[in-house]
């Protein structure tokens, strides 16, 4: 399975996809801590693995969107003010500020932008 995931097409589009959401959690007014560059690496190699698991030898944004909160959720760290907002549970918080980053970002739309191997 791990080949299979190696072997999954991501494009560039999808690729700086990825890295615009996870730059976004470093500016959210919410979040003291957002996550690294190493968690985009993280988030396109769990996209990799969604993808070969449904048959695909390509990554779609749904892919980032799908696994964003799964993968990010745990490496950020909110501020004590929003923490104050939702009563001490993280969680719910976390979840709220990855969606309305998701939503907020641009998605790569259209075969040209998404590639596939050996057309990108």
Same mark, same amino acid.
Not at 50 to 56: C, H, N, S
Not at 61 to 80: E, F, N, Q, Y
């Given at each position: ?5 190696? @072997? ?6 999808? *690729? ?16 003291? =801590? @957002?996550?690294? %560059? ?9 996209? *990799? ?23 990010? @959720? ?9 923490? @104050?907002? &939702? &009563?001490?549970?993280? $969680? %719910? =918080? ?7 980053? =998701? ?6 739309? $259209? %075969?040209?932008?998404? $590639?596939?191997? $050996?057309?990108?």
């Amino acid at each position: 399975m791990m080949q299979a995931a190696r @072997g999954v097409f991501v494009s560039a589009a999808v *690729k700086e996809y990825a890295v615009t959401i996870v730059r976004a959690t470093r500016d959210d007014r919410d979040l003291r =801590l @957002g996550a690294s %560059p190493r968690a985009t690496l993280q988030l396109i190699r769990a996209a *990799k693995a969604q993808a070969a698991l449904f048959g695909r030898e390509y990554v779609l944004p749904d892919d980032i969107d799908s696994l964003a909160v799964s993968v990010l @959720g745990h490496r950020l760290v909110p501020t004590s003010r929003a923490l @104050g907002h &939702h &009563h001490q549970d993280s $969680g %719910p =918080l976390i979840e709220e500020v990855i969606r309305r980053i =998701l939503a907020a970002t641009a998605v790569p739309v $259209g %075969p040209a932008s998404l $590639g596939t191997p $050996g057309r990108a």
